[in-house]
Every structure is written in C-alpha cells, then in structure tokens.
C-alpha cells in the first residue's frame, strides 16, 4: 500500500473517531422530561430505553451535521438521521469529501448531484413549470436530500401535464400529487405562550388567536401571517395575551407579500415589541413538560437533521406534540384563505399536528432542546395524535431571527461566549485536529489562528511541524465581546498512537 494511501487510512479512522468523540464535550445527553420522551416513545412505537437511545444519538448527529454543512464541501449532497444505524448520513457528489465527513464524524454516501446543483435545478424546473402552465401549479417544491432528487408537488390533474414538460428531467426530478393544501395556525414573556392580535379583532371581528414564538431583544418573535407589522397599521397593531391584557405592539412583519422573498415566496416571520411590565425570558411554556430552558449550547440554535425528532409547543393545544423532520428549504402552499399563499424556506415535520391558534408556536429538539423554528401551519387537529397526525411547517428561527434583526435570548445571557474545550491532538503523519463547542447567545463566530496558519468554524485540521509541541489559539465572538483560549498539542511525525 503507498504511503499517501496508509496516511489517508490511518486519519479517516483516527480522526472519525476523535471528531465523534468530542460531539459529547458541549452537548452531552441532557436530562429529557418524561412528556417527550412519553412523545417520542408513542411517536416510534419503541420503549422508553429505545426513545432515549435514540435522541442520544440525534443530539451527537446535529453536531455532526452542524460542522460537516459549516466545512463548506463542495460536493455536499444533504446529511440525515439514520435510526436504523443510530448515524448520521452525508451524501456527496465528491468521493475525495469522504475522509473530510467521516473527520467530522459523518457515514458518507456517494451520490450523483451535489445540492446546489439540485437547488439550482428546482429553480429551472419550477421556471419551467410556470412558463408552460401557470405560477401557481406548482404547490410544493424542495430537495430530497435521500433520494438525491427534486421534489415537486402539483395537483392531481396537473401530474400528467407537468411529468410530461419535464420528461428530460426525469432521472433528477420526482413529481407527486398535493391532495389537500394546509393551512395557516392561526408576568414573563415564555415561548409558546398564547396571544390575540386585538388590532385585527377591532377592526375585522372574529378572533385572531397566535402564539409566542421565542423572546428576543425587547420582545418576541413569531410569525409573520399573525401580524403584518406597521405594515397596514402604522402604528403597530396592538397584541393581547389570550386573556385580553396588552402584550406590545408589532413592529415588522414579512408577510405583507412585498417582503423578503425566496424564489417570488415570502418568508413568514415577525416580531413584537413588548410594553411596560412584561419581561422577555430565555424560556419556553412546555405544558406537559413544564418550563423549559432556552439553552445557550451553539446559541440555542443548532439545526436537528432530517429524520430527527422536533416537537411543537403552543397556545392552543399545548405540548409536546412531536414528528419527525423530512425536508428542508420547501416552499409550500397554504390554503386558508381561498388561495395559494406560497411561503419559502420552511421545514417539513412528518407525523405532526397543529391547531388554530398554534402559528407563531416553536419547536424543539427534542433531543438538545435547541430552538428550531417558528410554527407556520399544517393538519389540524391534535386529539388523536400521533394515531391521527400530518405535515406541519415552521420557518427556521434563524431565518426569523435575521430578517428581523432581533437576538434570541438564551440563558447565557449577554455576555461574551464561553468555550468548551477547544480539544486538540496531533493525529500522526504531521496532522492535527482540533475541535470546540461554545456558550453563547447570538450571532457567534470561532477562529483558529496558530503560526504559518489559521481558520474559521468550530474545527480545524491540517498538517503541523513533526515531533514538536504546537500552540493553537481559539477565539469565539458575539456581539457581546470575545473569549481567547490556547491549547497545545505534540505534533507526530509517526504513525497515529
């Protein structure tokens, strides 16, 4: 075997390793309340030992899948949960990325497009689509990150028509009939806590009923179709707790239709100014699971992989009520008000519920308890589930987040970030890992700078001077301020220990 081959061996199996072995350095297995993991087990049909071995492993997978789609492959196809290996999955056009994932701690899979091919492709075929037939034929679209294809959602009808326009893409592209379109969902500020748009009910009639997504800098943030914002109403429409006493007053909403848009699509955020008295906390209204912590591991905000475990929380029929993810970056069609009101860059939940009143809610891992999104809509009716269940869809927090320009508050606080680890080891043949997990709240960056090199992102790796002792500087930043930790490790010019 030639040299290069036994070097490229020996650190896919050490630096697998070691990268694995550091997920539980930031996030190690928190202490689940009995509701979801009662969830979960009725969710999977599987014991509670099962339930609990199962969201061990989704916590180390969104880890993992964090700092594989941070590495920037270029050949990065989409990762998922795979429950039958407790793993994660990461597809790749590119063969030479698998060293690369399995460092990070990834089970890579060779696949035929990368997913920005397959991204740029949705754009032409739903271009296509809408040129031939009409804009509105298409009622769904994302990538399928398993099957390596695009997905397209269309009427029954329209199937034929639209298998046959895209007949040269059949290889990359599936379509599928939408049967029904769902719908929208219509002391301390909590997560989840419910709320009544009074402007809207003052001047409409009827009852406009949502829900507290997460707090933020001077308010909350929740979804946009529960408030337009200033936008209709200049001075802000005035929101309510379900119990009609004044909560703030909304200041921006994207859902006016002239907002931020993803291919022609609004994204469906807001946020809310709180008034006088009211307090916004780094917690979440878990209902049966009591309240919960905003944790400020990777800012509360670490994304669960596809086939992970969320649940939802909200006003309405409480919580936890919990499905599985199955795709992201979908635009979707809702049809609560007579028409075709197409929202981009959501999340898919599988085997979910949500009820009238439950939009603006959050979801949760259930595994890290890490914020996910913002609930948009989706089947109605909770008082069967899981038995009774459907797809449910919220606009990822940070997507939120930054249109709004507002802070999730986590129970950091405001502070500058906190570092676990970093943890750094020379792997043999002159290279070297280092990896680190952080506390923060906010926005946050990690740089690694050491001499001759340096870096962004949580981990880094290279090649180091042989048979010496290396010192790396770590540096991790939020809008807060800056924390510097040195770590030093002996760089081997020999096979790996």
């Known amino acids: 075997m030639r040299a290069s081959s036994i070097l490229s061996a020996a650190l896919a199996v050490q630096l697998s390793a070691f990268g694995s072995g550091y997920v539980q350095a930031n996030d190690t297995p928190r202490a689940i309340d009995s509701a979801t993991i009662n969830a979960v ?28 789609r941070e590495a920037g492959l270029a050949g990065y196809a989409g990762s998922w949960f795979d429950p039958d290996t407790n793993s994660l999955k990461v597809a790749t056009s590119a063969q030479e990325e698998f060293s690369r994932i ?31 037939l009409t804009e509105r034929t298409v009622l769904s679209s994302h990538v399928d990150y398993i099957g390596n294809r695009v997905a397209i959602g269309v009427s029954a009808d329209d199937v034929g028509p639209v298998s ?23 002391g301390p500020v909590r997560g989840a806590d419910g709320t009544r748009n009074n402007t809207w009910e003052t001047n409409y009639g009827g009852s406009w009923i949502c829900s507290v997504g997460v707090s933020v800098n001077q308010g909350f943030l929740t979804a946009g179709h529960c408030t337009y914002g200033k936008n209709e109403f200049p001075s802000g429409e005035v929101i309510h707790t379900r119990s009609d006493v004044p909560l703030g007053v909304a200041q ?34 878990g209902y049966s699971s009591g309240t919960l912590d905003v944790p400020g591991a990777w800012s509360g905000v670490l994304e669960a992989s596809i086939n992970s475990t969320v649940c939802r929380y909200g006003g309405t029929s409480g919580g936890p009520y919990c499905g599985q993810v199955n795709a992201k970056n979908v635009s979707q069609c809702f049809g609560s008000w007579g028409a075709c009101d197409t929202v981009g860059a959501l999340t898919k939940v599988i085997n979910g519920c949500t009820e009238d009143g439950d ?29 009774v269940s459907g797809d449910v869809y919220f606009q990822p927090v940070t997507i939120g987040l930054g249109l709004m320009g507002r802070t999730m508050l ?34 946050t960056s990690v740089s690694w700078s050491w001499s001759g090199g340096g870096t962004s992102g949580t981990t880094a790796n290279g090649t180091c001077p042989s048979d010496t002792w290396v010192t790396v500087l770590v540096t991790a930043s939020n809008e807060y301020g800056s924390t510097n930790v040195n770590r030093s490790y002996f760089c081997r010019s020999g096979p790996p220990l």
């Open 252 to 285: 921006n909403s994207t859902f006016d239709l002239s907002g931020p848009t993803d291919s022609g699509n609004p994204r469906d955020a807001a946020w809310v100014q709180t008034g006088t008295g009211w307090v916004p906390t780094a917690e979440i209204n």
């Open 102 to 132: 399995q460092l990070l701690g990834g089970h890579p899979v060779l696949v035929a497009r990368s997913l920005a091919s397959l991204e740029a492709q949705r754009g032409q075929v739903v271009s296509i689509i809408g040129k031939a």
């Open 41 to 68: 087990m009725k969710l999977y049909e599987i014991d509670q030992a099962s339930a609990k071995q199962r969201l061990e492993s989704e916590a180390r997978a969104a880890v993992n899948d964090f700092r594989i």
């Open 410 to 443: 986590t129970q950091h606080g405001s502070s500058a970030p906190t570092l676990d680890g970093p943890y750094c080891e020379g792997m043999g043949y002159s290279h070297f890992f280092c990896s680190t997990g952080y506390s923060s709240q906010g926005d």
């Open 359 to 387: 939009s603006g809610g959050v979801h949760l891992s259930a595994s890290t308890g890490q914020v996910q999104g913002i609930n948009v809509g989706g089947a109605p009716d909770c008082s069967a589930h899981p038995a």
């Open 164 to 186: 046959e326009l895209l007949r040269d893409y059949e290889d990359s592209v599936s379509i599928h009939a939408v049967t029904e379109l769902p719908p929208f969902s219509s």
